[in-house]
Every structure is written in structure tokens, then in C-alpha cells.
């Protein structure tokens, strides 16, 4: 059976590539290629762990090579078969941007969601990516792509089908990412942050494998006993449930990502804070270019949330900075965040049109 190839290997490529699994489907090819629960119950076929890709950084990428290396020519050998007809990358450079080279070579076309933040750093990335079809999810990266040389569609994003419940005050929550070594060094600090804060703690993990993981870093904190007043949840697949239970929070702790956007967009006043590992600390410090790393200060051009990139080896100093931002944030109104960015937003496809437009193309 003729499959497309797709390739997600985090979180956040996960919920977006959902939605183009089920159009892969619902045109009659078969999906293969790598993807957490999502989009597996989609109907992804998966050729390699999940697992094993969620990784971030110089320091964490090292010690998984092996694996992630093994992942790759499975995920090498399936696009150089003849019944894969196509690529669909999502978001993941690392793997996607060598994918992408590969299809090229083999003359099979390709559709990049979530292509590499080229505003950010390694602009030249972008010559390596015309001739292939992108989707964003924002304005300024269309229009940044475009100016580089390539064909970008905006890609409607999945949290704007979703009506914005009223705020709840269910206490802070806790969102320290998806990659395992991080969101551990996230965690350990987050709950240092929020120890003395006296409010209910909830922590979210991007999927139920780091479930078992995050309440061990939650009863080694806390001398092998987890406080009654902690609690730790998988976040719900549904982007309608996610909406209204982060609506529900007095505040909430993320490292960057697209749950930033998310949270912000459910009207949840946010900090935003991630620890590094030291390499990637010092490589970003000297050839990152972005003045802001949360997403909604990205889209919106300014300082709408406040954000720490802490430094590993001076977290102490840094960290009763990050509790005061976040007791700050206990008193914001967050609505008049959400309509700016919900403006911003405005436009776009949806995956099964871009799809159907992949298609066609292919086909002329």
C-alpha cells in the first residue's frame, strides 16, 4: 500500500501532526513514520520508539546518539522505499532537515510543518528548504520564509477551535516540557520556585510516559514522600479539554514551547523558565540571535510574559527572581492577552486542506 512518511519527535510536533495523520487516512494512503499517542490513534504507524526522540540540547543529545541514530535510518530506509510517495516532516530539524534533503534527491515531494525558526538562528537553513512546501503557524514566519525564497502556507492553528472558558483559581501549575534530562532539571528547580508559595500544585506531563518520572522528581524533592497538596497528570490530548483545564489555573510555571501559547491563549497568566544544560547554555548564549524564547512574546513582538533562560550554575540567584514573577502573575488579568494573540492568529488552513493541496500539486 502506497504510505506517506511522517516524522514528529517531540510533543509539540505530536498535536500538530494529528490532524495530518487523519488526512493522510481519510485520502487513502497508509502513515508511517515516527509520532507519540496522538498521532498514532490517528493512525500512524509507528517505525521506530517515540520515546527515544524527544531529546534537547548538545548536552542531552550525546549520551542518546546510538538510538537516535538507529531511528534515523529506519526512518532513512522507509522514505527510499518505492511505495512511500511523500514526506510530511513536523517541526524535529535534527532528523527533518536531512529527511527533507534526502526526498529532494529522490524527487518525492515534501511538506514541512513547522520548518526550523530560521528568525532565530542558522538563516542559511533556508536555502536548504526551497522547493519544498512549509506550513507555519505564524504571520511573521511566512513572511520571513517568503522573503528568504520559499513557498510557506499559514497552517490554522489547533487551540483557536476552541471556545475560552472563565478563570478558575485551582492553584499553579506546572509545565516543565516534554524531553526527559530537561524537563527534569525544569522540574527540580519549578518546585524549588513554588515550595513556600502555600497554593495546590499541579504538574503536567506531556505524555504518560513521563508520568512515573515526574512523580519520582516530586517525592526526591520532598525526602520520598509526595505533599498531599502536589498532584501530577497527564495533559489531555483534546486541544477543547486542554483549553478549559488551563483556563483553571491561578498562574502557571512552562518552560518554552507551544504550551506557552496554549496557556496564554486559555487566559492563564504565565512564567516562563527553563535550565539548560551547560553546553547548550553557553552555545545558545553565543550564536542565538531571538530576543525572546515564550511564544507569546514572539508572536506579539514584545515582553507579554516574563521569561528566564537560568543559567545552571547560578539557578540559587536566580530562582527568588522566578518565585516573585510568579507570585506577580497570581494577580494578572490575562483576557486582554488572549484577544491580542487570538488577533495574530487569525487566518490559515487547516491540515487537511494543505494536505489536499500537497496532493494536488504532487499530482500536476
Known sequence: MKYYLLCAGEDSGDVLGESFVAAVVAAGFA??????????????QPLADYEDLPVSGFGDVLPHYFRLRRAYATLRGALMHPDCVGLIAIDYPGFNMRLC????????????????????????????????????????????????GCRAELLKHPFLTSPLEPRGGEGIFLFPGSRRSQAVRNLKMYLRVVRDMQRPVKIFAARKSLLKLFENVVRNAFGGTAPKGIAVEVSAKDALQRRETYGRASCALAAPGTVTLELS???????????????????????????????PNILLGRAAVREFICAPWALRRQEPQIRQALEESLNKNATGLVAELEQQLQGGKSAAELFSEFVESDAH
Open 31 to 44: 502513515a508511517h513514520g515516527t509520532g507519540g499517542a496522538r498521532m498514532q490513534s490517528a493512525g500512524l
Open 101 to 148: 534533503a534526502l526526498a529532494k534527491r529522490l524527487g518525492k515531494p515534501v511538506l514541512y510543518v513547522a520548518p526550523p525558526q530560521v528568525w532565530a538562528w542558522k538563516e542559511s537553513r533556508a536555502s536548504k528548504l526551497q522547493g519544498i512546501r512549509l506550513a507555519v503557524l505564524f504571520g511573521f514566519e511566512r513572511e520571513r520564509y517568503e522573503a528568504l
Open 265 to 295: 491563549l486559555s487566559g492563564c497568566p504565565l512564567v516562563v523558565a527553563t535550565v539548560p544544560d551547560r553546553l547548550t547554555y553557553v552555545l545558545g548564549s553565543l550564536f542565538v540571535k531571538a530576543k525572546y524564547f515564550a511564544m
